[in-house]
């Protein structure tokens, strides 16, 4: 998926930052080949996806976001991140594990 960089204002800003995960982050766990999905039980207005994934420090995050066009260039708008709970973590590293093999 090509995109141009990020749409941040200060109320998806803060909402992301609510959990303690930083802008820095989020960010970076994008620029690490995510592994992105439909995210079907939340918003019916716009398409919303779900990443998830590690920062280059190795903290596991869940995101939720959308996609959004601005002078012909797609740009992810991040709407809620957090860090992922034990089990998600051990469900994702498993999937990792056996999609690599």
Known sequence: MRVSGFD???GNR???QKHG???A???SMF???PRVAPDLKHSSAEDRLI???RTP??????????????NKRRFIRPVSAR????????AYEKDSSTSQE
């Open 8 to 10: 941040w204002d200060d």
């Open 25 to 27: 982050e989020i960010e």
């Open 21 to 23: 995960v930083s802008v």
């Open 83 to 90: 860090y992922m709970h034990a089990k998600e973590v051990t």
């Open 14 to 16: 803060l909402k992301c």
């Open 51 to 53: 990443a998830v994934g």
């Open 57 to 70: 420090a190795g903290r596991s995050l869940f995101v939720a976001f959308t996609l959004r066009t601005m």
């Open 31 to 33: 620029r690490n080949n």
